[in-house]
């Protein structure tokens, strides 16, 4: 190398270094013998050493935090995805910003129930009635997006426009629809479902405790249920009871101000703390035959409503694991220790992978259900397997989530404590694993190991 160019190449790595710098170096050090050194360098050597310490100047620029690693919203047309940004943009300026402190609070932020019912998404899927008539896909796609922010707002939607108005949609009359639907959309009415009870819980389809018969053009309802979202402030409840003179289950809608019917706040929940569920009871509680869903004969037209709307359980826990995963890679790029962002190491980023392969595995799975629900060809085993594999890997996400947060992520503030508490109740309600790995062992074996 001739002596001007190596002269140009230790001028040029000069000139990279900071001369207030170099002052309080020549304190410390022999320049002379620094210069000496770097002029006896070979070329490739400089240019590496004058390339590191130009990298050192640069900040780093970390990708776009985005969960759907295999961009599977692509599956959705472009007026689908317009409506999904929407509701994107109406959870992260609407709920975010207060839903820690309702959380805590155990309270419902009544407030939003006007701004969410101007996006035109309640009761999604269902054809006239003023309802939109989108697709499944969509319908999950905007759970996801709820629960990828607060699970709670999206157990409130999920009962309000799937239970409550699935329902009557599927079990009540054209005159029923006519009436109760349309303002349910608007969300000038809020349901309820209650189904579960004290004591009866999964095994709901072996036999109800609470009671109907039938008095004249009333009905006369007793007994009890337990865990019913949206029922201390809901205009219409969906009641389920077993007829003491056939057997069969029966549906009714009953009004908040009818006679024998009590609705009491349940307290001291560690999940969901925004979903005010309740106890009610029902002393004699009558309720017009009119009222009486016309099209619920037994059963298994409850399973329909239940069908559908545990395909909605398992694309929230994928919003839950979405939401929780997000937050994790977003900590980790904030977080420094031992002078780095701790997503740099490499058992940071095993836990992140791990989780990011769970979530991705779970958009697939229910992307796949809402096909299949799209088509007509949803089955009850179809959405068990969902909610089981869903739920489960869910866990795993917001533990993983959790211990990247490390200390910080006990506190509320970070989200992450709320994440992992909410997934425990997704992991339990709409059918407990066990229950539902049974209906899916029924439908592979052909044998049926319920008792």
Aim: glycine content about 10%.
């Amino acid at each position: 190398m001739s002596i001007i160019k190596k002269f140009k190449s230790t001028l040029g790595l000069l000139q990279t270094l900071d001369l207030d710098k170099i002052g309080k170096l020549s304190q410390k050090v022999d320049l002379n013998k620094m210069v000496g050194l770097v002029s006896s360098m070979k070329e490739e050597d400089l240019q590496k050493l004058i390339k590191f310490m130009e990298g050192g100047k640069k900040k780093h620029e970390f990708p776009e935090i985005d969960g759907d690693f295999y961009d599977l919203h692509d599956l959705l047309k472009p007026d689908e995805q317009a409506i999904v940004m929407q509701v994107r943009e109406f959870m992260q300026k609407e709920i975010r910003p207060i839903v820690n402190s309702y959380w805590l609070k155990d309270e419902f932020p009544h407030q939003i129930i006007p701004e969410l019912a101007k996006l035109n998404i309640c009761g999604l899927t269902y054809q006239g009635y003023g309802c939109p008539g989108k697709s499944s896909l969509l319908e999950g796609f905007l759970a996801m997006e709820m629960a990828r922010v607060d699970c709670s707002v999206s157990t409130f939607f999920g009962v309000q426009s799937g239970l409550a108005m699935g329902s009557i949609y599927y079990c009540g009359s054209e005159e029923q629809k006519q009436k109760w639907l349309p303002p349910m959309q608007r969300m000038e009415l809020i349901g309820a479902f209650g189904l579960t009870e004290p004591e009866v819980g999964s095994g709901a389809a072996g036999g109800l405790t609470c009671t109907c018969k039938r008095n004249g053009d009333k009905w006369i309802i007793n007994g009890q249920k337990k865990w019913i979202g949206n029922a201390t402030f809901a205009d219409v409840i969906i009641i389920w009871a077993r007829d003491l003179d056939d057997g069969n289950v029966k549906g009714f809608i009953v009004e908040k101000d009818s006679p024998g019917f009590k609705a009491e706040k349940i307290k001291g929940k560690m999940a969901l703390r925004i979903v005010q569920n309740a106890l009610i009871t029902l002393t004699n509680c009558e309720v017009p035959e009119y009222n009486r869903l016309q099209e619920a004969n037994g059963f298994k037209d409850t399973a329909k409503v239940l069908r559908m709307t545990r395909a909605g359980v398992a694309w929230q826990a994928v919003g839950c694991g979405r939401g929780a995963y997000e937050s994790a890679l977003r900590y980790t790029n904030e977080r420094k220790q031992f002078g780095r962002t701790i997503s740099s190491f490499q058992m940071v980023q095993d836990l992140l992978v791990m989780m990011l392969s769970n979530l991705t595995a779970m958009q697939t799975m229910v992307c796949r259900l809402s096909q299949l629900q799209d088509s007509g060809r949803l089955t009850d085993e179809h959405a068990s397997l969902a909610k089981v594999f869903c739920t489960l890997r869910t866990r795993d996400i917001v533990s993983h989530a959790r211990e990247l947060f490390g200390g910080n992520g006990i506190l509320i503030e970070n989200d992450i404590a709320r994440f992992v508490a909410d997934a425990e109740a997704i992991y339990s309600y709409e059918g407990t694993k066990e229950i539902n790995t049974l209906i899916v062992g029924r439908a592979i074996t052909g044998q049926s190991a319920f008792v």
